[in-house]
């Protein structure tokens, strides 16, 4: 399905701009009009981490006239195995004026807006409406939820794509012409299920492969070019090396954008709504939880614990704490590593930040471990508490 153009041309190119647009405007379907489009387009990022990087470079060369950048981030040396926008000077710069730094110097001509915050939906409405189109790069489901609501109630199209390991999901909501993401996903997938890339991985490149399906369908979209990725859904293997079209329906019992939606403004609490940890965890947890300085304590002490790492063994390659065993959290939750723990010790289980373990401490109660607990904050805490000099990732 053609659409038409999202953006009306400006009125005209500089010298300048035609000697730098010129591979651009020989292409007959871009040409003069495409390229005036583009300079009067207005394109929001939100994130300026892995997708955001390659996203808002290509975008800036491509001659967007404007770019914001949505990040309340700083740049850390953990993000530069893929967030090519930032280098070594910008570790501990905040990643929007980082971001806005290196258009700058890709392409001067850019007008770059920086919103140092973070999006909230308070702010998304009026931020979003100063936008022609938004380009959706973040890492977390509480967000993804509500840039779609505030997309869909602000009729907004907008580009959306994740990453997770060796695998990539791109499409265009756009709820005028089709889908929006509830239509796609109605639930956010129950907390623990999807790890978020800092506990999982991804491969470096794959924020490229995936940035650059979104900077393609952005051109397309505010230029009218081509088939934008409206009601399908593109996904990529990079191991497999496939890219897969899946199409997408509306949904007509879409709580937004359904023929009667329950959903007519945003969440009063996205976080809620995604849930930080299953409601059993929550449980679980009640009571149940130390701090890492409780843990150093009850270590100095020489109280007689049974400390559980149960993250994966790639993690455990990273840093791990004095005196811990691994048992990753699959084989306590299948039941597979119940034998392994003491009757007659105090347990006490971590993971990376504690959702995993919290998980974990749920299961092992089922089992009749009542008194064991979990480390809020998990081995991150740790490092920044307790000892700084353990590699963090
Ligand atoms: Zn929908």
Not at 4 to 24: G, K, N, Q, T, W
Not at 252 to 263: E, F, H, I, K, Q
């Amino acid at each position: 399905m053609a659409l038409p153009p999202l953006v009306e041309p400006a009125a005209e190119l500089s010298v300048d701009e035609i000697r730098r647009y010129s591979r651009h405007l020989i292409i007959p379907d871009v040409g003069m009009d495409g390229q005036k489009r583009l300079k009067n387009a207005k394109v929001l990022a939100v994130g300026a981490g892995g997708l955001g990087s390659p996203t808002l470079l290509y975008l800036a060369a491509a001659g967007v006239g404007t770019l914001g950048i949505i990040d309340f981030d700083t740049v850390d040396e953990s993000n530069l195995q893929r967030q090519i926008i930032h280098g070594v000077s910008d570790i501990g710069t905040p990643k929007a004026e980082s971001a806005a730094r290196s258009i700058a110097e890709v392409n001067p001509l850019v007008n770059v807006v920086i919103h140092n915050t973070a999006l909230d939906r308070d702010n998304v409405k009026e931020i979003f409406s100063q936008y022609d189109l938004i380009v959706d790069g973040t890492d977390n489901f509480a967000t993804r939820y509500m840039v779609n609501d505030a997309a869909v109630l602000l009729g907004k199209p907008y580009v959306w794509g994740s990453i997770y390991r060796f695998d990539g999901q791109a499409s265009v909501f756009w709820e005028e012409h089709g889908p929006c993401y509830r239509c796609l996903y109605p639930e956010p997938p129950p907390p623990g299920m999807v790890p978020s890339c800092a506990e999982g991985g991804v491969l470096g490149v794959l924020c490229a492969s995936i940035g650059s399906i979104q900077v393609n369908e952005a051109i397309k979209l505010i230029t009218g070019i081509g088939e934008p990725l409206v009601g399908r859904l593109m996904v990529y293997d990079a191991l497999e090396m496939e890219y897969r079209k899946i199409k997408v329906r509306k949904d007509p019992n879409c709580a937004l954008c359904g023929d009667n939606p329950t959903v007519t403004d945003l969440l009063e609490d996205y976080e809620d709504f995604c849930g930080a940890v299953s409601e059993e965890a929550q449980e679980a947890v009640t009571g149940s939880t130390i701090t890492v300085r409780e843990l150093k304590d009850w270590q100095d002490s020489g109280k007689d614990i049974f400390l559980v790492d149960v993250r994966e063994p790639a993690e455990w390659e990273i840093n791990r704490i004095p005196g811990a065993v691994l048992i990753p959290k699959g084989e306590i939750l299948s039941g597979e590593a119940l034998a392994k723990f003491p009757q007659d010790k105090q347990i006490v289980l971590h993971c990376k930040s504690g959702v995993r373990s919290a998980e974990a401490l749920a299961a092992l109660k089922t089992a009749g471990f009542k008194d064991a607990v979990h480390v809020q904050g998990g081995i991150v805490s740790w490092v920044s508490v307790i000892d700084p000099s353990l590699p963090s990732y």
